[in-house]
Structure formats: structure tokens, C-alpha cells
């Protein structure tokens, strides 16, 4: 089991910038780490995600060039640096974990945490 816990989400205005970090315990090596996103009425979407090593990491298109995924495994802490915010981004932002390789396929993660709310004003 991995237990995770998301903090960093609020108001933003459009053009801001916000870290959300997502704390990890349990049993912690070897997870790969994913960010999702929901939107009021939309399905949860992949955003990002980066391998145990750090050494890989893969983006949605939407967010490619404005987000940064990485993680401190000595932390047991991972994060997503959020700039250049737009109103498309307001969503409740999760951290999710899976063992094995990354994936962009939320039904292949199985730990998730409770989602923090991030909200872009225009």
C-alpha cells in the first residue's frame, strides 16, 4: 500500500504559477508517480507522470512547456510545477502511484490521493 496526500492547490490568476506536492508513505520504492486532473463535468485526464529514477518523464499535450514533474525519493515527495496557469487549467489535480513502468492510463495506477482544488481566475 502506498498512501499519498496532495497540498499546494488554490487561486491563482491567469499567467500565475502554484507547486503542488503529493507526500508519499507506506510502501514507498519503486512507484512511478502520475499527476490527473478533474475538471467540473469532465472526465479525470492525464497530465503528467516520471518514472522512480526521475529519469523520464511524459506530458500532456496541453500541458507540455508549462509543466514540470519531478520528485525527491529521499522526501518520499513528488511534484508538479504549474507556470504560465490558464483558466482551461481549474481542476481538482491528483497524485497518483503505480509500480512498474509509467503510464498515461489512469486505470493502471493504483494508489491515489484525495485531490487538491487549483483554480485560474481569468
Known amino acids: 500500500q502506498v498512501q499519498l496526500a496532495e497540498s499546494g492547490g488554490g487561486l491563482v490568476q491567469a499567467g500565475g504559477s502554484l507547486r503542488l506536492s503529493c507526500a508519499a508513505s507506506?510502501?514507498?520504492?519503486?512507484?512511478?508517480m502520475g499527476w490527473f486532473r478533474q475538471a467540473p463535468g469532465k472526465e479525470r485526464e492525464f497530465v503528467a507522470t516520471?518514472?522512480?529514477?526521475?529519469?523520464?518523464?511524459y506530458y500532456a499535450d496541453s500541458v507540455k512547456g508549462r509543466f514540470t514533474i519531478s520528485r525527491d525519493n529521499a522526501k518520499n515527495t513528488g511534484y508538479l510545477q504549474m507556470n504560465s496557469l490558464e483558466s482551461e487549467d481549474t481542476a481538482v489535480y491528483y497524485c497518483?502511484?503505480?509500480?512498474?513502468?509509467?503510464?498515461?492510463?489512469?486505470?493502471?495506477?493504483?494508489?491515489w490521493g484525495q485531490g487538491t482544488q487549483v483554480t485560474v481566475s481569468s
Open positions: 507506506g510502501r514507498t520504492p519503486g512507484y512511478a
Open positions: 516520471i518514472t522512480w529514477s526521475g529519469g523520464s518523464t
Open positions: 497518483a502511484a503505480k509500480y512498474g513502468g509509467w503510464s498515461s492510463r489512469r486505470y493502471e495506477y493504483d494508489y
